[in-house]
């Protein structure tokens, strides 16, 4: 099922600012405090592949991002995603870190959102995925307090990631000023990426945006 096709810029991750075409898949296993799109939670239309290649192709840009709630809860994301790459696009995934991202087509840049403490669904994190991780890809941590915060520095340095691919920490819109996780990022001199949401800052809640 999708729940909707829209062209945006990205606001998020190493691509934030291109035109991007992104799917936004139906469904979600999980809860998290902070979701900001729990309006994909059901609803949408059931399209072929080929009419998600056809909308996807209509706007004219070459970045594509597979989204949701959690697209790899529908068995077809990975067809659907092989099929954009042999489009010649440059596709992203952007997947909760709770379900197996070892079939993901290694052209695709998987972003990994392993979630917090304070995010509700920490147990449901797949820690396995990390084994599939590449330099392409990336794992974001939405930090909402300092407790968060200093699990996600833990986590980071116990797996290494740093090492294994870009990590990006941002604030939860709304719930941590975004100046204080800036600060605690340079006060620890930590190998991560601090990113905001542009489309927020630019649009808000709106969705579609």
């Known amino acids: 099922m999708v729940k909707e096709i829209f062209c945006s810029l990205q ?85 909760s870190g709770s379900l197996d991202i070892a079939g993901v087509d290694s052209r695709v840049v998987k972003i990994v959102d392993f979630k917090t403490p304070a995010s509700g669904e920490m147990d449901k994190n797949h820690l396995d995925n990390i084994a599939h991780l590449t330099s392409q890809d990336q794992v974001k941590f939405v930090i909402q307090d300092r407790a968060d915060y200093e699990w996600a520095v833990d986590f980071v340095s116990t797996h290494t990631l740093s090492a294994k691919c870009e990590v990006l920490f941002s604030p939860v819109t709304g719930k941590l000023n975004p100046t204080h996780l800036a600060d605690w990022i340079v006060e620890d001199r930590l190998a991560v990426r601090f990113q905001l949401q542009l489309h927020k800052i630019l649009w808000g809640d709106q969705p579609g945006k």
Not at 20 to 45: I, Q
Not at 49 to 65: C, D, K, M, N
């Open 11 to 95: 606001g998020e991750s190493r691509s934030v600012g291109w035109p991007t075409v992104f799917v936004r898949l139906t469904g979600c296993p999980l809860r998290c405090s902070y979701c900001d799109t729990a309006y994909a939670f059901s609803g949408g239309e059931a399209l072929k592949i080929s009419q998600i290649l056809e909308a996807v192709a209509a706007y004219g840009v070459r970045h594509v991002t597979l989204t949701g709630g959690e697209p790899l809860a529908q068995s077809r994301s990975l067809l659907l995603l092989s099929s954009l790459c042999d489009q010649g696009y440059e596709v992203s995934l952007e997947t």
